[in-house]
């Protein structure tokens, strides 16, 4: 008892799922965008996905595959304080993972 796992897990596919809006520089949309940002430091995306009836816009998702790549668990100790140089050296492990599912998704 006291073990956890941490799964490296990366889908394939999630950038087609929304369509950003187009904001070239001059734009109506980048000038607001860019006044947000000046506001409150975030720069508000604008997108849009297909609607219930119609498929050419709306905030649903659009229907587009999805290939989601699961690694091998990295097992995980249980310690009451754990140390930062402990958290750095899990998210290394993490990140090494996460970055071979990408390189590499057939293992």
Same mark, same amino acid.
């Given at each position: 008892?006291?073990?956890?796992?941490?799964?490296?897990?990366?889908?394939?596919? =999630?950038?087609?799922? &929304? @369509?950003?809006?187009?904001? =070239?520089?001059?734009?109506?949309?980048?000038?607001?965008?860019?006044?947000? !940002? =000046?506001? @409150?430091?975030?720069?508000?995306?604008?997108?849009?996905?297909?609607?219930?009836?119609? &498929?050419?816009?709306? #905030?649903?998702?659009?229907?587009?595959? #999805?290939?989601?790549?699961?690694?091998?668990?990295?097992?995980?100790?249980?310690?009451?304080?754990?140390?930062? !140089?402990?958290? =750095?050296?899990?998210?290394? !492990? &993490?990140?090494?993972?996460?970055?071979? #599912?990408?390189?590499?998704?057939?293992?």
């Amino acid at each position: 008892m006291g073990k956890a796992y941490l799964v490296p897990v990366f889908t394939f596919g =999630e950038n087609d799922v &929304y @369509t950003q809006v187009s904001n =070239e520089r001059g734009s109506w949309v980048r000038f607001i965008q860019t006044k947000i !940002k =000046e506001i @409150t430091g975030i720069s508000p995306a604008l997108f849009n996905g297909r609607g219930i009836f119609n &498929y050419s816009f709306g #905030l649903l998702p659009h229907r587009v595959p #999805l290939n989601i790549v699961f690694g091998a668990p990295i097992p995980v100790e249980k310690v009451e304080h754990s140390t930062r !140089k402990q958290v =750095e050296e899990l998210h290394k !492990k &993490y990140c090494e993972a996460l970055t071979k #599912l990408f390189d590499d998704p057939q293992g």
